[in-house]
């Protein structure tokens, strides 16, 4: 049953979870909107495969180093766009990315429009999801602390949340950082388990890919990106005869989706939340 | 000396004088009014307090420490707090949720440590949420804690409010209009509540025009109108301020 085929599609929804998780930490839980997740992602996908390629340093090293990377390039554009709100962060991304694209095309070390090939398979099914599932149990601790209730506030009104104590700007930066780490994260995963990178894999069509995602699933819900990863990754691949309406379907499903689930198909909900609720049911049926 | 002092403070937008070298100090321990008709400066006033706009001239001290160049959320932390004239919660989190996030400049757990969950971070946890619980048994929202803000009516959501603004654990809480919206049992109860905060060892200023609890609750008055400071006194005092009458009634003229 288990057929490389089966095997490629499973890694895939694994690396577009934590893809997806990093943006939901960024746009759903935060309430930034970031349009170059997969600007970031192509920064760690090209580092760690130079590291790889150039200096054969050990997978988790270059796994690190890219992720770092993404991070770091993360701070330096969160840095002067996130002191400001509204929707200057969007088009920043988007511009940012748009470079990004462009700077690989022309780098030489990158390989320019033929991309990076003969990246050694390092990722697999095991250390993909050994990953997803470090990067949920990190996000749900998160989530639940007081760092993650400082984005949560900075979501609901950065006025309150600032008059309420919390330096708004610090906490966005941090929570732009940690997305950006995970895109570099997926994009190291993705270039040591399909061998080959192009700048063309990482434009503007991957990072709304990743968003739509995050908002099939609902924003904030860490349940919801794993679920809107799956979705969006799998059936694509059982539409693949209609390849040519890929997009067709997108918009189609996000049309439906508006109407039907305007939050996102978990929108609201939250892991911990609901085992409580259970938890609390059960305590109630047996008294 | 007193908790706050505001010297000749003025702010402009433009060509608009929004506050005109307005001054008048808070004393530890009472709560003072600040009263005027629309647009005479009240909210403007407040957020100069709280470091959401600078003043374009004059000085705040609190504490007798000029407040001039901090950032909102230092000056919570300095022990300032406020509610604000339209509510603004945070909707879509849960009651208790609110008034953790109003600890937040009162604890420390950072990225590392909210991942780890160690132990002083668990502990740090529990305290919070054991304070949080405290704070809204106080203010009659214990029963509510686990639901979602926006859900709230109108009156408990005044209260969560100031139960956020609490948990920051200030010296002065600003109140901007608390009772509006309110029916009159609901103001009742809210005077009650800020006499209690009062017996906590808080300073108060508040904004209001529900006369009947700025009469009440207040220690002193003071009266903006257009940007302008025009009386300044216990409630027996403005109530028969010539000037106050005029600026809330007009001209006999």
Redesign the interface.
């Known amino acids: 049953m288990f057929n490389a085929y089966y095997l490629q599609v499973l890694v895939v929804v694994g690396i577009n979870t934590i893809l997806a998780l990093g943006l939901n930490l960024i746009t759903g839980i935060t309430g930034q909107l970031s349009l170059g997740h997969a600007a970031f992602m192509s920064i760690g996908a090209y580092t760690s495969a130079i590291l790889s390629l150039k200096y054969q340093l050990p997978f988790a090293v270059v796994l690190l180093s890219g992720a770092f990377m993404a991070a770091f390039f993360g701070i330096i554009l969160g840095f002067p766009t996130l002191r400001l709100s509204g929707d200057y962060l969007a088009i920043t991304t988007l511009g940012f990315a748009e470079i990004t694209k462009v700077v690989l095309l022309n780098m030489e070390s990158a390989g320019k429009a033929l991309g990076l090939a003969g990246i050694p398979q390092k990722a697999n099914v095991y250390n993909v999801y050994v990953l997803v599932i470090v990067v949920v149990f ?1 996000l749900i ?2 989530i639940n ?6 984005f ?2 900075i979501r ?2 950065e ?10 700007t610090r906490y966005k930066i ?1 929570a732009f950082a ?1 997305g950006s780490f995970l895109a570099g994260l997926g994009g190291g995963l993705y270039a040591h388990y399909l061998t080959y990178i192009n700048p063309t894999d990482f434009g503007f069509l991957k990072s709304i890919e990743i968003l739509n995602m995050v908002v099939l699933g609902g924003m ?1 819900s860490i349940p919801g990106s794993v679920l809107g990863a799956l979705i969006l990754t799998v059936v694509p691949e059982m539409l693949r005869f209609v390849q040519d309406y890929r997009m067709l379907f997108y918009g189609v499903v996000l049309i439906f989706l508006m109407i039907f689930r305007p939050n996102g198909l978990l929108g ?1 909900v939250s892991l911990t939340k609901m085992l409580s609720t259970r938890k609390r049911r059960n305590l109630e049926t047996n008294n | 000396m007193a908790l706050l002092e505001a010297k000749k403070l003025t702010m402009t937008f433009g060509g608009l004088m929004a506050v005109d070298s307005v001054s008048f100090n808070i004393e530890q321990g009472e709560i003072l009014g600040l009263i005027g008709p629309n647009g005479a400066g009240k909210t403007t006033c407040f957020n100069l307090l ?1 470091g ?1 706009y600078q003043p374009t001239s004059g000085e705040i001290l609190f504490k007798g420490e000029n407040l001039r160049g901090y ?3 230092e000056v ?2 300095k022990g300032i ?2 509610t ?1 004239q339209n509510i ?6 849960t009651v208790l ?1 609110n008034v ?3 600890q ?8 590392f ?3 780890t ?1 160690l132990g002083s ?1 668990k502990k ?2 529990e305290n ?1 949420r054991e304070k949080a619980e405290e704070l809204l048994k106080f203010v009659g929202l214990l029963e509510k804690k686990n639901e979602k803000a926006k859900n709230l009516p109108y009156g408990e959501q005044r209260r969560l409010e100031i139960a ?2 609490l948990a ?1 654990d200030p010296e002065l809480l600003l109140l901007d209009e608390p009772a509006a919206g309110m029916n009159p049992q609901e103001t009742n109860d809210l005077i009650d509540l800020i006499k209690q905060i009062r017996q906590m060892g808080k300073t108060i200023l508040l904004i209001e025009h529900d006369m009947k609890l700025v009469m009440g609750i207040c220690d002193r008055i003071v009266v903006l109108d257009y940007g302008k400071k025009i009386a300044d006194g216990t409630p027996k005092e403005i109530r028969e301020n010539s000037r106050v009458i005029k600026a809330y009634l007009g001209d006999p003229d």
């Open positions: 990190a601790r998160l602390s007081r760092v993650g209730r400082a949560q506030a609901e009104d006025i309150a949340a600032e008059a309420t104590g919390i330096p708004i941090m940690i904030g609201g | 709280t959401i950032k909102t959320y919570t932390k707090a406020r604000f603004r919660l945070f909707g879509a989190m949720e953790l996030i109003g937040h400049c009162r604890t420390k757990t950072g990225l440590g909210a991942i969950r971070v740090e946890e919070a956020r603004a920051t």
